[in-house]
Structure formats: structure tokens, C-alpha cells
């Protein structure tokens, strides 16, 4: 492969996976969660801890895509993402992308809006039709408006929460960083 030939193919790749990113927040906007599901591996750490309080877990894709349907649907969003930086090493890759995720629901409790700031960072890995994120951590800035858009004591959302923040798929999250880390080390 040349040199050109390599920068093209360097950046198609980064390319394919910042369209995984921006389908993963298109998907939450519109509320398709099939597509939403396609943006991971069938079973997928996630690290929310700034925003939950709960330590990363590993779930299937389907119900980690039931409880971002069930946290989601009741708001209008929109998602925004930026500063992209993408680094791919044969078959995976890792990304750091910058957003802005805004909310709005009509509500008693005050403001009708809530926005987060920050980052993600994000790993992925190549399959055999396209990239999908293996790993995702939310790392939180700040927020602003009214947390209380959302309904965290709706009892399906709750539920749903509570399957997906298990001490079970706590260890079984890092039973995977501990190979990961095996692995890569």
C-alpha cells in the first residue's frame, strides 16, 4: 500500500466511525432504537458513573438500548457531537467526541430543560460489516437546568435500571477490563 493509499484509507476509517457516533445520537433523537442498538457489539461495557453514581457495567446491547429507550422517550432531544479524535489500530479503535445532549419535557418541577456537557470516550471494534462500540464512557462536565425532566422513579425506567446497574454486570465489566488490559499490556 502507498503512502496516499494509506492516509485514504486512515481517514475512511475514522470516517465509519464518526457516522457510528453520529447514528448513535441521530438514533436517540428520533427514538429508532433498532438503529441505536446497531451502534454495538452484543454485549457492551458502559461507564456512566459521573452521571449515575453506578461503576461501569458489560450488557447485552438490547438491554442497554431498553433502558436508554425507556430514560429517552419521554423527552424531546437532541444531541450534538464535536471534536472529534479518532485513532484506529487495525481492528478497533478508540475516539474521544465532545457533546452537548439538550432535553426538554414539559414538567411541574420547574424548567422544562436539561442539558449535559462533556465527552465521550469511546472504544470500538471492527465486525464483519461494520465498526461497533464495545466500550462507551460518558465523562460528564456539568449540567445545567432541571434534572427533574427526567422520571427516574418511572417503575419500568427504574426497573430496567436496576437490571442494567446489577452487582452481576459490575464484575462481569471488570472481568472484561481485566482481559482487556491482559491483552493490550
Not at 439538550?102 to 465527552?119: F, I, K, L, N, S
Request: aromatic content about 14%; proline content about 2%.
Amino acid at each position: 500500500m502507498t503512502k496516499d493509499q494509506e492516509m485514504v484509507r486512515t481517514l475512511w476509517e475514522e470516517r465509519q466511525i464518526e457516522k457510528v457516533m453520529l447514528r448513535f445520537g441521530r438514533s436517540l433523537d428520533i427514538g429508532d432504537w433498532a438503529a441505536y442498538q446497531r451502534c454495538f457489539t452484543e454485549a457492551v461495557n458502559i461507564d456512566f458513573k459521573r452521571l449515575t453514581g453506578f461503576d461501569e457495567v458489560r450488557v447485552s446491547a438490547q438491554l442497554w438500548t431498553e433502558f436508554a429507550r425507556l430514560f429517552q422517550t419521554p423527552m424531546r432531544r437532541q444531541h450534538a457531537y464535536s471534536n472529534f479524535i479518532v485513532d484506529v489500530t487495525g481492528d478497533t479503535a478508540h475516539a474521544i467526541v465532545y457533546f452537548a445532549a439538550r432535553c426538554w419535557r414539559a414538567t411541574d418541577m420547574g424548567e422544562p430543560h436539561y442539558v449535559q456537557y462533556g465527552w465521550y470516550e469511546v472504544w470500538f471494534e471492527r465486525s464483519a460489516q461494520d465498526w461497533r462500540i464495545n466500550r462507551l464512557r460518558h465523562d460528564l462536565l456539568w449540567i445545567e437546568g432541571n434534572a427533574g425532566v427526567v422520571d427516574i422513579q418511572e417503575p419500568e425506567l427504574a426497573k430496567t435500571a436496576q437490571a442494567v446497574f446489577s452487582t452481576q454486570n459490575m464484575e462481569a465489566a471488570r472481568v472484561y477490563l481485566a482481559a482487556f488490559a491482559a491483552n493490550t499490556g
